[in-house]
Every structure is written in C-alpha cells, then in structure tokens.
T-cell receptor, first 112, second 111 residues
Framework: DAGITQSPRHKVTETGTPVTLRCHQT?????MYWYRQDPGHGLRLIHY???????DKGEVSDGYSVSRSKTEDFLLTLESATSSQTSVYFC???????????FGPGTRLTVL | GESVGLHLPTLSVQEGDNSIINCAYS??????FIWYKQESGKGPQFIID?????DKRQGQRVTVLLNKTVKHLSLQIAATQPGDSAVYFC??????????FGKGNQVVVIP
C-alpha cells in the first residue's frame, strides 16, 4: 500500500460521539486525501491537503474536519458522528497534483 | 471485507479471454487519466495511467485507450486471469489538485 497506513481499520461508534481517523505515510508525499466510498456513489472526496497546515474541502466535507500538523499524518475528525457517516474511508497520497494517487487499506466505520 | 461492488455494471469473462472495460469522462479539459483496480477488502490499486497527449499506452497485459473526441477511456486486459476479478474504475484529473472517480465496473472471471 505504498507506505500508507490507516488506523483504526474498523470502528463501531454511537451517534453523537466524536471520531478521529488517522492516515500515516512514510513516502514524504506532499498531497494527502480523505475519501469515503459508498455503494452507488464510488469514491467521493471529503478533504485534502497540499502541505502541512494547508487543507481544502472536497465535495462531501460537511460534518468532517481535518488537520495536518506534519507531513506524514493527516487526521480526519467527525465531531459528532451520524448514521449517514457510516462508510468505508480511504486515505490517499500523491507526490504532485497531477500524479497518481496511492491508497491506504481503508477504515470501515459504523455509526449506530 | 469492504463491499464496493454492489449495484455495479458487471462484466463476466472466461479465463484466458480478453476483457474490455469502458469509461466515459465528463470534463473535456481533463489532461490525465488513471485506471484503478479494487479487490474486495482492499484499497484501490493503481494499474496504468495516460496523459491527454497520448491515445494509447501499454503495460503488462493491460492497454489503456483514450479517445478525446468522444471523451472515452477504455482498459483492455489480455488473457484475463482469476486474479483479475475485481472492481475497476477510471479517474480523471479535473484540476484543483484532485481526481474525479467513476463509479466502477465489476469484472468476474469464470474459470
């Protein structure tokens, strides 16, 4: 998985609780991305980062926040989880904005 | 594992035959395209890419064709093997440092 790890790999939580997912890379790539993948929707971009402390919204950013305090880590936070956020979350990295993205193994999140 | 193949178009192919997977993209300004393979329970895996100044690119057992006139991309897999069973989807560089992904096609290889 191109030096990308995600933690946790599986999580079950309750509505209203905060959740943080972590993406860690060892490739020193500048760009990092968070996607969610749902049946019938494919991969949808939540947030991305183009450098330390530089982030921007994707197409489905509502209810999510991110932080990137160092190159290797990109955190995705659900401040108050809802059932609609039950999904599989993938992190990806890229060396440049028009380079291929390499994906992590995914995190399956279930919000009850 | 993570189920990503629900309700996707499915291509069933006999082992040893060639497979062709098609993708229509939306943005005529896109200049970079990628094909990914996703096996059950895993993250998407890069297969091959092509830039808009080319119309064909070959890899090991795979060929990507780009037709910019009709905004169409295809992935050809030669001598399909059981390990090729997966969901395949295309992605286009839509600018703004991001890729736009298609919804995917399920390939089922029949032994």
């Amino acid at each position: 998985d191109a030096g990308i790890t995600q933690s946790p790999r599986h999580k079950v939580t309750e509505t209203g609780t905060p959740v943080t997912l972590r993406c860690h890379q060892t490739e020193n790539h500048r760009y990092m991305y968070w996607y969610r993948q749902d049946p019938g929707h494919g991969l949808r971009l939540i947030h991305y980062s183009y450098g330390v402390k530089d982030t921007d919204k994707g197409e489905v950013s509502d209810g999510y926040s991110v932080s990137r305090s160092k190159t290797e880590d990109f955190l995705l936070t659900l401040e108050s989880a809802t059932s609609s956020q039950t999904s599989v979350y993938f992190c990806a990295i890229a060396g440049g904005s028009d380079n291929e993205q390499f994906f992590g193994p995914g995190t399956r999140l279930t919000v009850l | 594992g993570e189920s990503v193949g629900l309700h996707l178009p499915t291509l069933s192919v006999q082992e040893g035959d060639n497979s062709i997977i098609n993708c229509a993209y939306s943005n005529s300004a896109s200049d970079y395209f990628i094909w990914y393979k996703q096996e059950s329970g895993k993250g998407p895996q890069f297969i091959i890419d092509i830039r808009s100044n080319m119309d064909k690119r070959q890899g090991q057992r795979v060929t990507v064709l780009l037709n910019k006139t009709v905004k169409h991309l295809s992935l050809q897999i030669a001598a399909t093997q059981p390990g090729d069973s997966a969901v395949y989807f295309c992605a286009e560089n839509s600018g703004n440092n991001r890729l736009a992904f298609g919804k995917g096609n399920q390939v089922v290889v029949i032994p």
